[in-house]
Nanobody, 123 residues
Framework: QVQLVESGGGLVQAGGSLRLSCAASGRSFRRCAMGWFRQAPGKGREFVGAINQSGGSTYYTDSAKGRFTISRDNAKNTVFLQMNSLKPEDTAVYYC????????????????WGQGTQVTVSS
């Protein structure tokens, strides 16, 4: 069992940066690949990126490449999403997720979800 709690969301101007954190409880964290999804108002849940169990491999959606970076600290059971050069279209609720599988973009393959944190980017 893994419980996830996101933090770090907020309001930022376009071009700014935010760093989201996801604190995980439970002994299984190190065995989980971790993902970030987002959901904008009126839209479906969208894959943002993911990191494998060791932190040695990451994968991003095209809109996140070059702007977002996922990292993890297994000693502190925490995963991070560093977001730079933010755009108004990045406005969404961001969710941290965990899976016992390898990195995947499919939300139904993730076993655990956080409650989400709001990111709002003003133009």
């Amino acid at each position: 069992q893994v419980q996830l709690v996101e933090s770090g969301g907020g309001l930022v101007q376009a071009g700014g940066s935010l760093r989201l954190s996801c604190a995980a409880s439970g002994r299984s964290f190190r065995r989980c690949a971790m993902g970030w999804f987002r959901q904008a108002p009126g839209k479906g849940r969208e894959f943002v990126g993911a990191i494998n169990q060791s932190g040695g491999s990451t994968y991003y959606t095209d809109s996140a490449k070059g702007r977002f970076t996922i990292s993890r600290d297994n000693a502190k059971n925490t995963v991070f999403l560093q977001m730079n050069s933010l755009k108004p279209e990045d406005t969404a609720v961001y969710y941290c997720t965990a899976t016992s599988r390898t990195i995947t973009t499919t939300p139904t393959f993730y076993d655990y979800w956080g409650q989400g944190t709001q990111v709002t980017v003003s133009s």
